[in-house]
């Protein structure tokens, strides 16, 4: 049992530069989001999903795109990269959300991003 | 989502218990509370999650008053590794974010 895989781990881009960033889960978890973590600050959704070809967005969406084709995967991608990108990425997943207010999230172990 | 706010930082020594409260002021009735444990370079992991009164695990315990408009982690004698940052969350809706968290620093 894997849990949350991110992959790369850490990647070097220069400005306007696109790359997409792997986020993959095999606990068949309906929710998945997408937070990034910059020196001295909590983490800020970036996107969730609640379900397959389900997504919207978070507190910081702009210059990122998701999809959810399958419950496995969330990619992220930046289509355009600029130097306020870099970050620490973490991609997070769990059974469910909603009402129930029983939110238990499972971490990867992040994407540290560089752009130049 | 309920809005939380904690302290920025907390020194403490190996053997101490570590008291972490966490405010929640418009805390929803469906809301539980759920605290995450981050070390530098690694991904959120979770502690513990509670609703109302007290919750006690291997790790923590989480005390959580009657109006539930605050809850406090508590962390026995701590060690060297317990120092991380913990994050208070309330909310039981789809856009879950974190605040700065609390920076736990457990000295020799």
């Known amino acids: 049992n894997a849990g949350v895989t991110q992959t790369p781990k850490f990647q070097v881009l220069k400005t306007g530069q696109s790359m997409t960033l792997q986020c993959a889960q095999d606990?068949?978890?309906?929710?998945m989001s997408w937070y990034r973590q910059d020196p001295g600050m909590g983490l800020r959704l970036i996107h969730y999903?609640?379900?397959?070809?389900?997504?919207d967005q978070g507190e910081v969406p702009n210059g990122y795109n998701v999809s959810r084709s399958t419950t496995e995967d969330f990619p992220l991608r930046l289509l355009s990269a600029a130097p306020s990108q870099t970050s620490v990425y973490f991609c997070?997943?769990?059974?469910?959300?909603?009402?129930?207010?029983?939110?238990?999230?499972?971490f990867g172990a992040g994407s540290r991003l560089t752009v130049l | 989502l309920a809005k939380t706010t904690q302290p920025i930082s907390m020194d403490s020594y190996e053997g101490q218990e570590v008291n972490i409260t966490c405010s929640h002021n418009n805390i929803a009735t469906n809301d539980y509370i759920t605290w995450y444990q981050q070390f530098p370079s690694q991904g959120p992991r979770f502690i513990i999650q509670g609703y109302k009164t007290k919750v006690t695990n291997e790790v923590a315990s989480l005390f959580i008053p009657a109006d539930r408009k605050s809850s406090t982690l508590s962390l026995p004698r701590v060690s060297l590794s317990d120092t991380a940052v913990y994050y208070c969350l309330v909310g039981g809706d789809y856009k879950l974010s974190f605040g700065a968290g609390t920076t736990v620093t457990v000295r020799a």
């Open positions: 997070a997943s769990s059974p469910r959300q909603g009402s129930s207010g029983a939110n238990v999230l499972t």
């Open positions: 606990m068949n978890h309906e929710y």
């Open positions: 999903s609640v379900g397959a070809g389900i997504t």
